[in-house]
C-alpha cells in the first residue's frame, strides 16, 4: 500500500470514529431507546459494537470508554439519572469504574473476538461481537453493583424485593435480552452497509 492509499486510509478510519462518537453522544443524550416490556432498550451499544468490528479493538476501547465516562458525568455527576446518582454519591470511585470499565472492555474484547473470527469466519464474527458488546456490558455492571452491595442494599431500602433481583432483574434480567437481540438484529446489518461504503470511498 502506497504512501497516499495508506493516509486516505487513516482519514477515513479517523472519519468514522468521529462519526460513531457523534452517534453515540446522539443517541445517549437524546434518550433515543424502543419501549418495550415496560423497559425502554437503549441503542447506544448498536455504534460501539460497530466501532470494535469496524475499527478493531483500540478504537472499540477508546469509544467504549469516552460513552461510560460520559454516562459517569451526564447520569452520576450531574444527576440525570436517580440511581447513578445514588451511586455516585455514595461511591464515587466505584461508580466510575463502573461505568468505564463495562463499556471499555465491551468494546475491547468485541474488537479483539471480531478480529480473530473474520479470519475465518466474517459471518459468525460479527455475530460473536455484537453478542459480546451487551453481554460485557451487562456482566461487568452485574459484578460492579454486587462489589457495592452496601450501597445498593441502601439504595432500595424498604422495598419488598432483595437486592440481588433488583441487580439482576430489575437492572439486568429482560433489558440484557432485549438489547441482545437489537444488536443482533441491527449490528450486522449496518456493519455490511458502512463496509459497502468503506470500500466505494477506497477506490
Known sequence: MNTIAKRKQSVLKTVQMALLIAVTMALHFSGAAIPAFGTK???VLIPLALC????GPIAGATLGFIYGLTVYISLGVL??????????DNAPMATFFICTV???AAGFVAGWV???LSKKNTLLAVFVA???VPTLNTGVFVVGCFIIYNTISAY???ADYSVAYFILIMCAGINYALELAVNL???PAIERIIRLISKQIKR
Open 156 to 158: 432500595i431500602a424498604g
Open 102 to 104: 463495562k463499556t471499555t
Open 130 to 132: 455484537a453478542a459480546l
Open 41 to 43: 432498550i437503549s441503542l
Open 114 to 116: 471480531y478480529k480473530l
Open 185 to 187: 438484529i441491527f449490528a
Open 52 to 55: 470494535a468490528m469496524l475499527l
Open 79 to 88: 444527576h440525570l439519572d436517580v440511581f447513578t446518582g445514588f451511586l455516585f
